[in-house]
Each structure stands twice: as structure tokens, then as C-alpha cells.
């Protein structure tokens, strides 16, 4: 078996493993980025950008200015359309982006630092040394000899069903967070020229939810998609296509008179939509970042902004340990306390969000409350546009402004 060695090996070349091998470069380490897919590579996902991380890809990864000019759009509103209570908007910048695009500049940028990339290779197996994870192994596209890659530490960022997470043994499913997701793209409408991006809640009261992007990429196409439970998946094996088009009609009809008259372009993909938490993301020698660590429901649309972040958090606290010559489960507990610290609250209100959005009295009452107040609704799309901190939601003269529209 052949054998290479660095200071880091990443597991997974999406967001959270470009970004994270992006900064440890910069930080001066030699990174080894390894990932199954040939780039670019498509992944179903809605494909928004919140204000939160559209602002780290400017200003601490640099890529914004190539993003937008391969056909990134840049969005000035979102609406919440419920379609049984009134809708409620507000202002917002954030992006639109084909994930094929967005995936293939950060992984140029990782490149362009110095990280050195491995596409079409398949890790099979983490590998162990006196209980210490100190590398992994695989094969290239040919099924080739196996290569072992060894480093100070492995990073997981292998997404929803991460190898290194399951290895580590911490991963904590949330049964009510199993669901299916359909996505597509539909070429745009003349008339749709507006750069918005829009949440719908279902007609006929059950658990889905749908959103419709703003047309961008060179294509200029729009993405849509919808989410609903795993229990749904026998009323779609075999017509995926079929189920698709009938869940529209039926809980969506806005949308599908909207995209009814359009082409769709591309296949309908459909992923598994599986939430999960993990008992922690450190180990010796060893961390979880992006949805290897945790995946929610992609309602809010910040799984982006949750793997770049959590990247940062992940890069200083590997850099610490080098320096500290201190690589074990307790020294990068730090990453653990940061991303507690900062990235959990968001993690519950994304969930406090999903508990009002699926009950049809509360949606009603807040929707009402959101309209009223300009300010409030404002607030609240800042913050789960990852701009402002949950806990400013609570604050005294906010909460005085959410009661006053009582
Ligand atoms: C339906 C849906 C809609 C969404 N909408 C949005 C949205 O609008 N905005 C948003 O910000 N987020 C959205 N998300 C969430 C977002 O897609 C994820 O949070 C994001 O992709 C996480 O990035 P990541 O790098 O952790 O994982 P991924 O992007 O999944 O990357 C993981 C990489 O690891 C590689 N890999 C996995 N296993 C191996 C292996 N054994 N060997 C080698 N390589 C491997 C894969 O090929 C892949 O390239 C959505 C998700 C879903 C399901």
C-alpha cells in the first residue's frame, strides 16, 4: 500500500472541507483535501447564501468577487409564504448560487493556498493507532492501489453520512429530522425577474415545506425544492417525478402554477434529509465539521454558513493544538465549547422556527405579528440570516416590540 504523509488530512471537499483546509494552509500547515466526487460536482441543496455567508466569503475567504461573476445573483428579498395565513417579507443580502458553482471556487481557493487536492478518491477506512485516529485509506477512481494517508490530525467534513463520525461513535440521530428531500431546477419565467428568494408552508396542513430560488448561473435557472417526511418515500419509489409534480399541485399550488408553464432542466434529485447531532465533534487527533457534525432542517438555509463557520472554529482550534503541541480530545475541545458557544443557539432557533412554522395556529399568530412590526421581521432575517446573535432576539427593547404588536 502506498503511503503519504501531511499535517492534515480532510475528508470531503464541499464547504466545510475546502474552507477548513483553506485556513489551515493559510495557517502555514501542509493539508491534504481528498474527496469521491470529480469537481465540479452537483449537490442538491436550495442553493441560497445567507447574508452570514455570503459575508465570509467575502471578507475571510475572498471568493465573493468570482462567485458573482459565474453567475451568483445577488437577492434583496425573502418571503415566508404560508398558504394558509398571510405571507410576511423583508430585506435581505444574501445569494443565490448553483452549488456546483460554489463548491468549485471554494475548492480552487483551497487549491490556490496550497492544499493539495485528491478528486475521485474513495476513503473506505479510518485507520487507528493505539486507539488514536491517524489517517485514512482508499482508492482513486480506477479502484487502484489502495493509498493510506496519514497526518497529526483527520478532519471529517464528509457530510450527513459521515465515515469519521460514525467511527468516532457520536453520532445522535433526531428521529423527527428524517425526512426526504426533491430538487430540481425550472428554466425562469420572462416574467420572473425578481431577486427573491421564497419559503412555502403547505396548503392542506401537512409536514412539508417547499422553496423557490431566484434564477441564476449561467443558465439563469431556478431551483426548487421540497421536503417532506421519510414516511412519504413508498408513495415515491419508482415515481419520483410523478410524486413531485402531485405534492406541488397539491400543497404548493402557488408554485405549481408558477413553474407549471416552465421547463424543468435537469434531473429531479432526491436526497435524504436525515438531522442529526453529534455527542461532540473532538477527539484525539481528530474533528467533525459541516454536516458531519450536525444537520438540521434546511428550512433556514444556513448549512453553508454552519460549514464555513464551523470551519474557522474547527482551523483555530487545530492551530492551537499544533502550537501547543497538544493534538488530544482535550486540548481541541475548544473547537467543541465554540461551536456550543456560538453556532447552537442558531442550531435551536432553526428549530424553534420549525415548530412554529408546522403548527398552523402559531404560524398564523406570528405571521400576523411579523407583517405588523417592519422592524421585528427585520430582526429576525438578520438573524437567521447568521448577521445578528439569537440571544439579540431577546433582548429587552425587542422583546417590548414583538409584545407591542400583540
Ligand atoms: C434539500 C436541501 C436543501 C438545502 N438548502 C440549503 C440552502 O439553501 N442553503 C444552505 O446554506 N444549505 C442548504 N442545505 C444544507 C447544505 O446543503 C449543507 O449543509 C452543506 O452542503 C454542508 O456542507 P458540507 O461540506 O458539510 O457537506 P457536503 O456539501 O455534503 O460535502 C461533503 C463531501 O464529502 C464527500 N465525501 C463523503 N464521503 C466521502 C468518502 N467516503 N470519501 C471521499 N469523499 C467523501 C462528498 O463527495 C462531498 O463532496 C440544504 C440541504 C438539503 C438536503
Redesign the pocket.
Known sequence: MLEKFSDVVV???????SATALFLARAGYDVVL????AFP?D????????PG?VKMLRDEIGVLPEMLASGARRLDKEAVVPHTACSFSGPTEALACPRVIT?RVLLNQARAAGVRVAES???RNIFKEGGRICGVQ?TGAQGDEQTAYRARVVVG?????S?LAREMGVVRPIPRLQRI?L?THYAAAESVSDSSVTMHLPGDSSDACC?VGAPCGPGGTQNV?I?VPITEAKKMAGRRQEYFEERLRRSFPQVWEQVSSQSQVGPLHS?G?FGHHTKRAADDSAVL????AT?IH?FT???????LRGAQLAAEAINLGFQKGDLSRRSLQSYDAARRAELLPRYRLCDAVQHIVHSPAMLEWAAARLRRSVSLTELLLQTIGDRARPADLFTLPNLRLALSTL
Open positions: 475528508l470531503g471537499a464541499g464547504p466545510a472541507g481528498l474527496d469521491r466526487a460536482r449537490k442538491p441543496c436550495g442553493e441560497y447564501l445567507t455567508a463548491d478518491f474513495a476513503v482508499g467534513a464528509d457530510g450527513t453520512h465515515l428531500a430538487v422553496g425544492n421536503v436526497i434529509c465539521v459541516g454536516d458531519a444537520f434546511p438555509g444556513e448549512g453553508v454558513f454552519f460549514a
